[in-house]
């Protein structure tokens, strides 16, 4: 058996399809694999960052509550204002600018952190009207213990962003004092330290990048990005840069394992609690691997990939070759054994003409033994009769030559007493051959009739017991007959004096050997609607090993005896055929087998064949 082409060729486009699966699915799971440990540190530095900048922000408004209160319980005059201030820039280390504004937006007091850390005072004159800022404004705007947070942005002095660089983030709270009435008390916080502390965690396959708001970066490992939007020279942040991770951390507030622009990026979102136009932004929080990492892993997960498939697809090639070989081994066997099969059909054929002829001649031998029996049976009244007859034939001879030389009274009655008895006697054993042909007819008629009836399970027993007796007899067995009066049965009465017949001829031709006193029983019973006949005998028993083979066909421990080793297979088939029923044995041995023999009623046959619609005789 070959392979046609066009299965071969699916057979392959197969291959590839799975091949292609294959690198796909290895890809995806090679490429997650390597990436892992790269989303684990990207998730770690972010964790680190967000825990600096969550802790600084959050010290803001406790911060300028404190400095307010302070001052306050001071209540210094404003000469010594300016002193008190100081010595909060002493306390407060990242405290940039310090500002007391009234409530036109005067700068009444400033203090200023100088590059070398000393503080210093702007001179009255440098003052400047900051009403129009917009920390002013929302500070003028606030409820008397509310506090303001600003946005995160550059120092502007002047109008003019101050060089270097200063991020700063003011908290804005009212306060009064005797000496200088209402107002606002600004604080700038330097958060230079803060953005260096973060911008350090940064590691050299893992880069952290730092948002406020979408449109300002404050920390970014190109430095051209930051402030850009404070230097007017163009909005840039996650927004515009990352617009794909901004949706992201939009719908979530967490985007992990993220690619874009073939990098790997993990964010997580700060959320202001303040939510006024100006007030602190978002803090979003950024680690992406360098720029060649990801590119590197997918080349590395590709090669793996390729590897899987190009072994999946010579494997698909090699099974494709034993399978070819496989199907011409196949091929070969198939010969074989359809040469096999063909000798073992005309063997069967043969044997199943044998079981057949056989089956026939088991039935013919039930005949002989049943005429044999009858022959023996016949032969004890018909000569009784003619014992009888000659004895009536010396009487009349004798009565004749009585009357010759002179018949007395005496004579003549003694000759009418005799002949009564000889006629009675002829009579009787006449009668008992009448009644032994009557049963042998029964029996043969009902085998050879294949119609269903309902017969009498008694009737048909004795009958059977009758025509077999003299064969018990002359093997010195003793048939206990125990079958009672009123069981009947609807079915095929020729197979059921036959099978019964196997069962008891098995047992007299192998329970008993030369044995003394040996006895079969035979009774029946109604089981529910069914029949059961059990027959049972004190024999020999069989064999633990041989019992479960008793059945099978030429199955035989007599076969030098000429024995077939049917009839037990014969009488299994018929009464399954026949009557749907089934023959348990059990047997000890010493002591004996029981046969128990099911006959199911077959009326529902019977009903079919009232009808015309007549099935087939199995047991013909």
């Known amino acids: 058996?070959?392979?046609?082409?066009?299965?071969?060729?699916?057979?392959?486009?197969?291959?590839?399809?799975?091949?292609?699966?294959?690198?796909?699915?290895?890809?995806?799971?090679?490429?997650?694999?390597?990436?892992?440990?790269?989303?684990?540190?990207?998730?770690?530095?972010?964790?680190?960052?967000?825990?600096?900048?969550?802790?600084?922000?959050?010290?803001?408004?406790?911060?300028?509550r404190l400095f307010r209160h302070e001052l306050e319980l001071l209540n210094p005059t404003q000469a010594e204002l300016e002193p008190a201030m100081i010595s909060m820039f002493k306390l407060y280390s990242?405290?940039?600018?310090?500002?007391?504004?009234?409530?036109?937006?005067?700068e009444r007091v400033r203090l200023n952190k100088s590059a070398n850390s000393s503080v210093v005072a702007v001179p009255t004159d440098e003052l400047q009207n900051k009403r129009k800022r917009y920390y002013v404004e929302a500070g003028l705007a606030l409820a008397n213990d509310d506090v303001f947070i600003s946005q995160i942005d550059l120092n502007v002095e002047q109008g003019k962003v101050e060089w270097p660089f200063q991020p700063t983030l003011r908290g804005v709270i009212k306060a009064s004092l005797a000496s200088m009435g209402d107002g606002l008390l600004v604080i700038n916080f330097d958060l230079r330290s803060l953005l260096n502390e973060v911008a350090a965690l940064s590691e050299t396959n893992i880069q952290l990048l730092v948002a406020a708001g979408k449109d300002r970066w404050i920390v970014h490992p190109d430095q051209s990005q930051l402030w850009r939007s404070d230097l007017k020279l163009g909005a840039t942040g996650i927004e515009t840069d990352l617009p794909k991770l901004a949706r992201l951390i939009e719908d979530d507030g967490l985007a992990q394992g993220a690619e874009d622009n073939n990098q790997l990026y993990t964010a997580q979102l700060i959320a202001s609690p303040y939510q006024s136009e100006s007030s602190l932004q978002d803090i979003v929080v950024i680690t992406q691997t360098a720029p060649l990492v990801l590119s590197s892993l997918k080349n590395q997960a590709l090669l793996?990939?390729?590897?899987?498939?190009?072994?999946?697809?010579?494997?698909?090639?090699?099974l494709l070759t034993l399978y070819s070989r496989h199907l011409r081994e196949v091929n070969e066997l198939s010969v074989k054994l359809e040469h096999e099969r063909d000798n073992l059909k005309t063997t069967l054929e043969r044997q199943s003409s044998l079981i057949n002829e056989l089956a026939e001649t088991k039935k013919l031998s039930s005949?002989?033994?049943?005429?044999?029996?009858?022959?023996?049976?016949?032969?004890?009244?018909?000569?009784?009769?003619?014992l009888a007859l000659s004895s009536q034939a010396s009487l009349l001879e004798k009565l004749i030559e009585n009357k010759n030389t002179g018949l007395t009274k005496s004579a003549?009655?003694?000759?009418?007493?005799?002949?009564?008895?000889?006629?009675?006697?002829?009579?009787?054993?006449?009668?008992?051959?009448?009644?032994?042909?009557?049963?042998?007819?029964?029996?043969?008629?009902?085998?050879?009739?294949?119609?269903?009836?309902?017969?009498?399970?008694?009737?048909?027993?004795?009958?059977?017991?009758?025509?077999m007796h003299g064969l018990l007899h002359k093997q010195n067995?003793?048939?206990?007959?125990?079958?009672?009066?009123?069981?009947?049965?609807?079915g095929y009465a020729g197979a059921f004096s036959q099978i019964v017949q196997i069962i008891i001829s098995n047992a007299i031709d192998h329970a008993f050997e030369n044995m003394a006193g040996a006895c079969l029983e035979l009774s029946c019973e109604y089981r529910g609607k069914d029949v059961a006949v059990i027959i049972r005998d004190n024999g020999k028993g069989i064999k633990a090993d041989e019992l479960p083979h008793i059945f099978e066909p030429f199955v035989t421990s007599k076969r030098q005896q000429d024995h077939t080793g049917l009839g037990l297979h014969m009488a299994r088939v018929w009464i399954e055929q026949a009557f749907s029923g089934d023959i348990k044995v059990e047997s000890s041995p010493g002591v004996g087998t029981t046969f128990e023999l099911t006959f199911r009623s077959v009326r529902k046959l019977a009903a079919r064949i009232a009808k015309d619609k007549i099935p087939e005789n199995p047991f013909t």
């Open 367 to 386: 005949l002989s033994i049943m005429v044999a029996g009858l022959a023996h049976e016949l032969n004890t009244p018909v000569g009784a009769t003619q």
């Open 1 to 64: 058996m070959f392979i046609p082409a066009r299965w071969r060729y699916l057979w392959l486009f197969f291959v590839v399809l799975v091949c292609a699966l294959v690198f796909r699915l290895a890809f995806v799971d090679r490429f997650n694999e390597l990436k892992q440990p790269y989303e684990i540190g990207q998730g770690a530095l972010i964790d680190q960052a967000a825990l600096l900048i969550n802790t600084r922000l959050s010290l803001v408004e406790t911060q300028i």
């Open 94 to 106: 990242d405290t940039l600018q310090v500002r007391w504004i009234d409530t036109q937006g005067f």
């Open 412 to 467: 003549f009655d003694n000759y009418l007493e005799q002949s009564g008895k000889s006629l009675h006697q002829a009579q009787r054993n006449n009668q008992r051959a009448i009644e032994l042909i009557q049963s042998f007819k029964r029996l043969t008629f009902e085998r050879a009739n294949n119609e269903l009836n309902t017969f009498n399970v008694a009737q048909h027993l004795d009958d059977l017991c009758k025509s």
């Open 477 to 490: 067995i003793r048939l206990a007959n125990n079958v009672p009066n009123h069981i009947t049965l609807t």
């Open 304 to 318: 793996w990939a390729a590897l899987l498939a190009i072994a999946t697809g010579i494997a698909g090639v090699i």
